[in-house]
């Protein structure tokens, strides 16, 4: 692991053990989205106004239990724009890290941030959902197998293509630069 994602790691983590007997009605009400990057939270508040999709997403994801923790990276694989992974779950609420390539198109950008928010949905709306081994049986029975490196798997879905492609067209003008997609993590 790489010192930045060490650091995430560890802040995610001490957010969760610092505050282990709140009740999930009082994790309900803060968001469920979060940034720890202020440049992707820009561009998430101008998608928001510009796509009936995205709103929508959004409002799905918050009121399910999941914490979606998001963050701009510069070193992501080559041909991914943007991934999930599964960090833990804690007394029924799932945590998830996504990671958008800071280097594509703002637009880019936010139509992959619309891909992955629909890939935390769908581990949200699963409250069997509790692991690794959980998602990759749930990316097995609703999605397809992207790509395999030997030591990771990654998967896709049609909900997620199809709801990139739908915020990328409300949020007009050129298409964003063609990299292949998301990975489900």
């Not at 492609?165 to 990299?179: I, N, T, Y």
């Amino acid at each position: 692991m790489t010192y930045r994602v060490l650091i995430i790691f560890f802040t995610i983590t001490t957010i969760i053990v610092a505050a282990p007997h709140r009740s999930f009605a009082q994790s309900a009400s803060a968001p469920h989205v979060r940034f720890l990057d202020p440049i992707l939270k820009g561009l998430f508040e101008q998608g928001m106004q510009q796509s009936p999709t995205l709103r929508a997403l959004v409002e799905r994801v918050e009121a399910a239990p999941i914490l979606v923790f998001i963050e701009g990276d510069i070193r992501m694989p080559l041909y991914v724009g943007a991934r999930l992974n599964f960090v833990t779950s804690v007394n029924g609420m799932r945590y998830v890290r996504v990671d958008i390539d800071c280097t594509l198109s703002p637009r880019r950008q936010i139509a992959l941030l619309a891909h992955e928010l629909q890939h935390a949905l769908e581990i949200g709306e699963r409250t069997d959902i509790l692991d690794e081994e959980g998602m990759e049986s749930l990316y097995e029975e609703i999605g397809f197998q992207s790509s395999d490196s030997g030591s990771h798997r990654s998967y896709e879905t049609e909900a997620a293509k199809s709801v990139q492609r739908a915020v990328d067209d409300e949020l007009g003008g050129r298409p964003g630069r063609g990299v292949s997609g998301a990975n489900a993590y």
